[in-house]
Structures are given as C-alpha cells and as structure tokens.
C-alpha cells in the first residue's frame, strides 16, 4: 500500500529555505521522481478513469474552439454594484463554470493611483533596502506591508467584493470549520512591471503546490469525482470547501509556497493595462481543465503518436511515477509538451483591459499564466490581495 508523507520527500526537495517568487518555477532545482510515485498511480487507478480520459479529451476539442473564439470575452465581468445588489443564477453560473472574474468599480480611479504613488514613493526612499526580482529590473517587489498594501487589503468595497465571491463557495459537511462570511487579510506582494523586454515570465500553472494533489489524501479528496471514473468528473464540485480544510498544499516546506487556503487569487489593478502590456493570462473553463490535469499523469501517447490529441492514441501509464510539470517542492506547471490537449494557442486569454481600481479574481485551481511581453507605453501594475476565508487551517 502507497504511503504518502514529506518525510519520504524530504531528500526530493530542499526544505525551510526562502526564496521569490521564481523560487517555485526554478527548472534548476527540479528533481526526478522516486519509483513510489508510479506505487501511488497504481493504487489511485480504476478501470472506469478511461473513461472519463476519453470523455474529457472529447469535451476539450469543443471547447478549444469556443474559447479560441471567444478570447478576452470568455471572462466574466461584473460591476461591483451588481455584485452587492446580488448576482442573478445565469450570472453565478457563468463565474463558477470560467473560474475567474473581472469586478469593476469598486475603487475610485484617483484613490487607486494615490497607492500607486505611495508605494513608488517608498521604494525610491528605501532603495538600498527593498528587494525585487529580478534583481536587475525589479518587477515583483518583495513588499507586505507599505501603507497604501494595508489601505487597499482593509477597503471596505474589496472587503465586499471578497464577501460576495466567498458566498459562491458553500461546505458540504456543514460542521466545517470556516467562515465563508469573514475574509481575512492576507499578506502579498505586489507588482509594477515598465514596458520593454522582460528576462523571467510566468507561464501557465498553478497555485497551491503541485504533486501534492495526488499525493496528501486531504488534498486529493478535493479531486475524488474525478478518480471515481466515468462519468463523475461531471459532478466535479470545484467549491465545496470541506475537503480544502484538510488538504496539505506544501508536503514538502518548499521556499515560497503557499499554505493557506486562498479561494480566490487575486489582485487590485494600479494602472490601466490592456492585452500585451505584461497583464494576467487565464484557461477560463474550471471544471474540465481541473479533470485534464488531475487524469494526465496516467496516460502517455503511444510511440509515434506523440502530436496525436485523440484518446485512442494515448495509452495507459503506471509504471513510470512521472507527473507532467510536476516535480516535488514545485508549483504545477503545463506546456503544450506536458499538457497539449488543453491547446494552449486557442485557450489561454489575456485580461483584455483595467482601469486602476478593478479586480481581478481567479479560482485557486485555476490555470493562468502572465504575458511574457509588456509592448505598451506605462506600467502595468497591481496589488496581489486574493480572497481568503476565516478558517483554522494555517
């Protein structure tokens, strides 16, 4: 029987040290996988998941093409007025099924540029002290608590925002320990990236740890209709809390990981930045890249139908422990060499525009990615303040 625990992986990946944020993504320090891994994609396996393999590599040609269609249109966008006023079904459902929201209004434009000032004003005082990465053109300023980060993460409009988003979650034991009516604040940093060419990007992937959601039991139950087989992935629940609360993001102390549950990520816009100008980028259907990712580690192209997107073409794999983009101590992260069903060509979209004062929030689960080019004429600049439930988890 597999047995999971950072104490088998503790010599796969450095533990307690600190680092940026490339410190999760850093390609240098990624490790080959110990054989117990392909032990724990035996012991998940049932039959009944080739099934739902072909189902949802079905599900994905269609909606490749939709959003390829689409772009920028594919993301939800809500005034923050409607969202106090209540959302309708239609529009409730249309955020949870993309998995990301754009809300408008909410911060005045001025007041949202007086942070920016703020925060610009210390760094030049503070120069020879605060660190940013990467060290010869800082972009991601290694900052938590400046006096314009602690005005916008207390904003009674964000605090609303945050409310109204955490009320889309629900708990199926109603005995959990959350506050799904109680943001807290959470300490991040913040970003202000100049145009021009960029030496370190964020390609797809996503938060919260990596091999850890098949590997901790806690965090794999958040995945368990996707597991059951056939046609369960369907009923996936991507905001039930319940199974979050027990769910282990960092097994193994990695530099930079984040252990808390944060619902949504998020951030508040300082500057007004449209596509190609170094802004956020999304894979906006939740439900059905979740179960591509959580299913891919058991499938591998049969030889010489690598380039092939078909289910027939692809067979199962149990003897290798290789988890696509994953490596221990690292964020997942997907390619269209580890992932390329997903196409990344037609499905991941830009933040098409955003004044200073609008959010942003996306789903934890969410793939996204930032644009490797900045091509506009100012900066492109935001505050990292995602929506986090009141809990017990640390």
């Not at 991601?140 to 006096?147: G, S, V």
């Not at 149990?318 to 964020?331: I, M, Q």
Request: aromatic letters at 10%; one cysteine or more.
């Amino acid at each position: 029987m597999f047995s999971s625990g950072s104490a088998a992986g503790e010599s796969l990946a450095q533990k307690g040290t600190t680092g940026n944020i490339s410190s999760i993504f850093n390609v240098k320090t990624q490790r080959v996988f110990h054989p117990r891994f392909s032990e724990l994609k035996k012991a998940m396996w049932k039959d009944p998941m080739a099934q739902s393999w072909a189902q949802v590599l079905d599900a994905l040609k269609g909606k490749a093409e939709q959003i390829g269609s689409l772009g920028s249109k594919a993301i939800p966008k809500v005034h923050y007025d409607e969202l106090q006023k209540g959302l309708t079904d239609e529009r409730i459902a249309e955020i949870k099924e993309a998995g990301v929201v754009i809300v408008r209004g909410a911060v005045p434009r001025e007041e949202a540029l007086g942070w920016k000032k703020s925060i610009k004003d210390y760094i030049a005082e503070n120069r020879d002290r605060v660190v940013g990465h990467p060290v010869l053109q800082p972009t991601f300023y290694e900052l938590y608590n400046a006096k314009a980060q602690i005005l916008a993460r207390t904003h009674p409009k964000l605090v609303n925002t945050q409310k109204a988003l955490l009320s889309l979650w629900h708990a199926s034991d109603p005995n959990s320990e959350i506050s799904l009516v109680q943001p807290i604040s959470y300490f991040d940093r913040l970003r202000i990236r100049e145009p021009g060419p960029f030496g370190w990007s964020l390609g797809p992937h996503i938060d919260g740890g990596g091999i850890e959601r098949w590997e901790d039991p806690g965090y794999r139950a958040c995945y368990a209709r996707v597991f059951e087989g056939a046609d369960s992935w369907r009923q996936l629940d991507s905001y039930d809390v319940t199974p979050r609360l027990t769910a282990n993001q960092d097994l193994y102390d990695s530099p930079n990981q984040c252990t808390i549950f944060r619902a949504w990520q998020g951030w508040t816009s300082l500057s007004t930045t449209k596509t190609n100008e170094g802004t956020l980028r999304v894979v906006p259907f939740l439900k059905l890249s979740t179960a591509y990712v959580m299913l891919r580690p058991f499938f591998k192209p049969k030889p010489g139908r690598e380039t092939s997107l078909e289910a027939n073409d692809w067979e199962l794999n149990l003897e290798h422990g290789e988890f696509p983009g994953t490596s221990p101590g690292r964020a997942q992260k997907l390619s269209p060499e580890s992932h390329p069903h997903l196409q990344f060509d037609k499905t991941v979209v830009s933040i098409d525009f955003v004044e200073p004062g609008d959010q942003v929030y996306w789903h934890c689960d969410l793939i996204h990615a930032v644009e490797a080019k900045h091509t506009g004429t100012g900066d492109s600049s935001v505050l990292y303040i995602p929506a986090v439930p009141l809990t017990l988890k640390k």
